[in-house]
């Protein structure tokens, strides 16, 4: 039984690349191989460190090789392309995956389960079909205007709108059957997010740290579902403000010779996460004077400061790490830093 002390793995739809070395400076073992070689490959091999990058269907094969005993790291690739040696193609990736994962200083992906990762479908999906509904909406309106029918803007007028095209004699029966198409495709779109909302809120429900995470002001069913399912081990940060870094609510910094200069918060990570925090936290301050707590008297005095669209960044910032300090000491959320006055 050939036995490594680490392999990187460059993954693919069809085709994997591996490169294994058997110790430090031996000549590495190079292959390409097919979905099933590649399970052969690792099931008569010795037990060895896998590495691989966090992409498309690496939860699924760091799975996949840890139940034959493998221990597997996954990496954000954004942090293996320094080690890719000029030129790129897939045995160069291998051979920058297997050099990242030796680093001391690297930095690991947690490996997600198979019912977080169906959770997290949940939510892409929804997203997706928020997103047809929306395009959908603006191509009946900009439709409707063309012929002088024109509502209040807002999801909820969208029955308005179809009530005025129906009513109005002067529209052509071309137009007609256009608007009915565009009709029938939004109610099944509606129906079915209402269907993906309750799937997620099943899953909610069953998950122990997504309830935990819901008690928190501004942050609801949907969001905390997506937090417990995106962040397996929260002691992979360091810190609260690691976690929001990783969401992207941090300053950006161009800091050189000891001058630290400080820009706008970055936008890296998870856009989705951060754009829910940025709405939960405009819910919160659409209610601020009629609550009390520390919570509240922090936003307060930012207000008297800043401009109402920075502080809601800054209090999605304050969320995420309130919550990521409540993930990792499974501490509920002290109900008197924001309750009811």
Known sequence: MKKFIRIGVDLAKNYFQIHALASEGAPAVTRKMTRVKMREFFSQIGLCLVGMEACATAHYWARELKAMGHEVLLMPPAYTKPYVKRGKNDAVDADAICEAMSRPGMRFVPIKGADQQATLMLHKTRELLVKQRT???NALRGHLSEFGIVAAKGIGRVDELLDLAESDATLPNAARASVKVLAQALEGLDKAIDDLEK???????????????????????????????????????????????????????????????????TKQGNRYIRKMLVLGATSLLNVVGKRKGALRDWIVGLLAKKPARLVTVALANKLARILWAMMKTGECFRTEMFAKA
């Open 135 to 137: 395009m959908s909406v």
């Open 199 to 265: 799937e997620i809120s099943s899953a909610h429900a069953q998950n122990e740290m997504s309830r935990l995470l819901d008690k928190v002001p501004g942050i609801g069913k949907l969001i905390a579902s997506v937090i417990a399912a995106s962040v397996p081990d929260p002691s992979v940060f360091k810190s609260g403000r690691d976690f929001a870094a990783w969401l992207g609510l941090t300053p950006r910094q161009n800091s050189s010779g000891g001058k630290q200069t400080l820009g706008g918060i």
